[in-house]
């Protein structure tokens, strides 16, 4: 049979009818949390490798200098040089479309003396030293960006998903176990003659222990298989919006069969938490009435 | 077998129910624990199956002091102690042959190993057609057969037995104490307690007899000798 039971306990105890409801929410929970945590730990590492590989050069604009001459040889001075794959001037009408959410669709835009810019990817493990250098002394003025700022960002950010997803886990856990403790001592005075009866008989502690292990695996498992249902529809869902969702945010999202299976890791560890949980329970309370 | 010397017990801080208690109980022997209601029979009872320890004496079982003992030790003692309950005690949610597996069950038996012995018992008390019943569908007999079937299972070296035919009638209760006798035939140290005088007098030849007085004291009263006509 699929749920485990004990042989000697009554199939359902007071105390622990609602806990493989309790059991599921949690389970659904930590799951959603770890989730939630891979899948922006994900986005925030591809945004990083790729802002790794990309650099931003801004020439100043001059007046009485052509900016298309100048950014022509900037771009040759790119071109040239080892550490970059390719590079790109940032055409005009793609400029006036990054400055409209604040400057609007005026067409005073193109009287104001804005930097040209250029956008260079680098080849994996190119010196960006040497390319900052050599911008500096051809062309006094250029600025070469990094993306430093909003790359620290993004690994900030990464490390703020694990500790919360963590923390997460950890709280739910912990309300688990409290509730399990409750169930596991509202169901031992339950059954305070049956015990009562089994350590006349000859009983050890470890043996009742047992008994309520096995009852609570039963719960445990119960909960579980509740539990991943949500959690299968809602991995489903995920997986649904990141194949066909083209949209910037979701696209990102993406989950490795690694993060799947740490996924399953709360169902489990549920199942284990619920049944030593109770066994503990169990073996303290009996020692003390000893 | 069973040694008891200068035993009281008390219950928390309230007044000593049983004072002074000495007797010895020989292996295979047969005892009736008597006395008035309220006089500590169940107490004294409760102490032999170690459902409470003596507050000073001593308490000698099996060749181990009682008090000495460790509570992780006290199961391997009652191991070797059938109780039939005056209150039976059957599990309402067990069946019949669940109930009286589960000292075998207990002692970490497979059911596999015990089912037909405990079949073959649940036969000779008489209710091997009540296997798969639960105690709420038993008569008072029955349940008190299934309550002694439970006891003797795991061949207990003692068998107490708390007013085992007060709840039932005079025809039942002499074969249920038929069963006891047999097991004591068959080697198990018996102690009965009763109220019941005649069931006394039918079996004074071959049972002792422990009395308890007014005041938690106790007396052992040997067999009655028969007369020589």
Known sequence: MLIPHSKILPRAMLGSRLLPLVIAVNVYLA??????????IGATGQWARELDQLVTVQVPAESGVSSEAV???????LRDHPAVAQARAIEEPEMEALLAPWLGKSAAIRELPLPQLV?????PGGDLDSLRKRLEAEFPGAELDDHRQWRDQMHAIARSARWISLSLVFMISLAAVAVIIFATQASLESQNELVALMHLIGAHNSFVASEFQKYFLGIGVMGV???IVPVAITIAAIVHLTSNDPAPWTGRITLETMDYILAALPPVAAVLITMFTARVTVLRTLSVMD | MIRVKNIGLQYADGPEILSNISFTLAAGSFHFLTGRCGAGKSSLLRMLYLGHRPSRGLMEMFGKDISQLDASELPEIRRRVGVVFQDF????HLTVFENVALPLAIEGRMEQEYKRDVVELLNWVGLGDKLDHYPALLSGGEQQQVAIARAVVASPQLLLADEPTGSVDAEIGERLLGLLIELNRQGATLVIATHDTGLLERHRYHAGELHLEDGGRLRQLPPVRAKAI
């Not at chain 1, 950014?71 to 001075?77: A, E, H, T």
């Not at chain 2, 005690?89 to 309402?92: E, G, H, I, T």
């Open chain 1, 225 to 227: 298989l509740i539990g």
């Open chain 1, 119 to 123: 956008d260079v990817e680098l080849r």
């Open chain 1, 31 to 40: 799951s959603l949390a770890i989730l939630g945590g891979l899948a922006l």
């Open chain 2, 89 to 92: 005690r059957l599990v309402s």
């Open chain 1, 71 to 77: 950014i022509k040889s900037v771009l040759g001075v």
